[in-house]
């Protein structure tokens, strides 16, 4: 037990049976690797969160059912449509049929949840089933016995106490002499109603999942080898990063690199449990361990983009050295559950930016922060983040970052809270260009 390995493959890993054979060979590789979490198959939690909002006439409602039905079909008719497997998956599509019918009457979080969670417990199915064709034995197991959460539909958060106790009891045994099967993303409130982590939660599960099991490594495995200097999609030039550690790896995720949720390296932190992140597509291309520390430790590292974001100054011309202002502006803003990314102030100002925060700005918002305060938003921006090692201490840092954009109109920038990080915004319109020459100008080839 003591070296096992948890797998967490992602919904392009397992979007339809050739995939689903390709991560089958990655566990068959690794005897170690005894917990395998699944994400749902590649457009299906998509198809699902669209019927779960209820708002289809029933003729989009039967098209999009059928789309779902034909991704199962066509990894049933692959396996040979097994009689038990195939009655249980129409099982659950004609669940699904119902939950959907239900959701155009009267949509709610809860039904949201039930609705969205279908997708990981009928690939989970299909690749117990996968394994066993070729010759792998392995169990499924429903992760809502040990993965307990609050009740906030939709983004609720685990119960470490009652994970730890649960997955002792109920999924240790299990892993002890064979390979299991479970669903990332997914969990159950306290009163046995189906929740869900939040989208790519997957990954936090698997984390979660490992930390519990004391896990010697969790392994991320995707469609990109690794984590790159940038999105390659961007920047042709990117590479992957062999090595990082978690605090950068931390930064990169937060502010914006796709290949690892935020909250995943949390419990790889607490207990030190190294992760590793690959394309299922092409394990042979190795990927990046994410360690507590790594041998190198450059200045710059990455660049990471977060689009859509807002930013929010609040001017009170009596601000200056009056207490309790800000007290009172983030008050309003946990009252109604909205983040803060970055932050900076002056005399009688305070700018602070939202991700994607538009939507939260609520008429309530605005009108009880405008109590103490003018109010100016201000959208279509980008946040770039500068991911690296002691920024913040070498001297020069600043002006090798600010000479490359000399022609680029900087909205905010925060800088010095963290060696690991600086960033700052730019206009949505501007983003692609500024990764692009930061990224030859700080992390050439």
Known sequence: ??????????????ADADAMSRCAAILEQNPDTRLAVLSASSGVTNLLVALASGEQQPEARATLLQQLTDIQQGILDSLNKPEMLTRHIEDILVHIKELADSAAISPTKALHDEIVAQGELMSTRLFVELLRHRGTPAVWFDVRKVMRTDDRFSRAAPDLGLLSAEVERELKP????????????????NDGRTTTLGRGGSDFSAALLGEALDAIAVQIWTDVPGIYTTDPRLVSEAR?????????????????????????LQPAVRKQIPVFVGSSKA???????????????????ALALRRNQVLLTLTNQSMFQVHGFLAEVFGILAKHKISVDLITTSEICVSLTLDAGAELLTDEVQAELGKHCHLKVEQGLALVALIGNRMSEVNGTGTRVFQALENVNIRMICYGAS????????????ANQVIIDLHRELLPA
């Open 240 to 264: 992957a990063i062999p090595e990082i550690s978690f605090s950068e790896a931390s930064e990169m995720a937060t502010f914006g690199a796709k290949v690892l949720h935020p909250a995943t």
């Open 1 to 14: 037990m003591s070296q096992l390995t948890v797998a967490k493959f992602g919904g392009t890993s397992v």
């Open 174 to 189: 299990l892993c002890d002499n064979q390979l299991v099967v479970t669903q990332g993303f997914i969990g159950a409130a």
């Open 419 to 430: 060696p690991h990080n600086l960033c700052f915004l730019v206009q949505e319109d501007n």
């Open 283 to 301: 394990p042979e291309a190795g990927g990046t361990w994410i360690r507590n520390s790594t041998p190198s430790q450059p200045l710059f590292r």
